[in-house]
T-cell receptor, first 112, second 111 residues
């Protein structure tokens, strides 16, 4: 039981490059989330999913896209990276039945 | 939209003492109030939450209280231990998908 995993752990991009962050969970949770955390700040929700095949916008969705083709995976894409997207990205999954939320270890992204 | 303020920004307590962190929110429609703990360099953890139909909730040494009239809620940690040292974030919103986070409180427990 790995919980929530994220790949990669670190990435450096140049402005304009694209990349995909992968989140996987093995707890059969319905809900999955992508957050970003900037230095000295709390989390901000980018996009979330309430089930396989569904996605919805969070607080700061601009510049990001997501897909949830399989229940256990939630992908976050940056089509054209900008320096303002330099941040630590956390994925999380949540079970409404037992009210538990677990986070992945984070991905540290730097855009030059 | 929702705005969440959190005080104090830093807090130092002696081991065994209590710690209290207070948050205020602006949107009266918010009815879900989670608290997260984040140790240095680690992932956040949801440690406790409260919904607006409840005034207080306890889980071992931590408790959360909610005053909907005044739009504030607080985290109370009793008998603090060094492993309680972390940044604590409050959040408020209509549901877990809609919460806005506060800026965090850095708690240091001095042995």
């Amino acid at each position: 039981n790995a919980g929530v995993t994220q790949t990669p752990k670190f990435r450096v991009l140049k402005t304009g490059q694209s990349m995909t962050l992968l989140c996987a969970q093995d707890m059969n949770h319905e809900y999955m989330y992508w957050y970003r955390q900037d230095p000295g700040m709390g989390l901000r929700l980018i996009h979330y999913s309430v089930g396989e095949g569904t996605t919805a916008k969070g607080e700061v969705p601009d510049g990001y896209n997501v897909s949830r083709l399989k229940k256990q995976n939630f992908l976050l894409g940056l089509e054209s990276a900008a320096p303002s997207q330099t941040s630590v990205y956390f994925c999380a999954s949540y079970s409404g039945l037992i009210n538990e939320q677990f986070f992945g270890p984070g991905t540290r992204l730097t855009v030059l | 939209g929702e705005n969440v303020e959190q005080h104090p920004s830093t807090l130092s307590v002696q081991e065994g003492d209590s710690a209290v962190i207070k948050c205020t929110y602006s949107d009266s429609a918010s009815n879900y109030f989670p608290w997260y703990k984040q140790e240095l360099g680690k992932r956040p953890q949801l440690i406790i939450d409260i919904r607006s139909n409840v005034g207080e909730k306890k889980d071992q040494r931590i408790a959360v209280t909610l005053n909907k009239t005044a739009k504030h809620f607080s985290l109370h940690i009793t008998e603090t231990q060094p492993e309680d040292s972390a940044v604590y974030f409050c959040a408020a919103g209509a549901s877990i998908d809609k919460v806005i986070f506060g800026p965090g409180t850095s708690l240091s427990v001095i042995p």
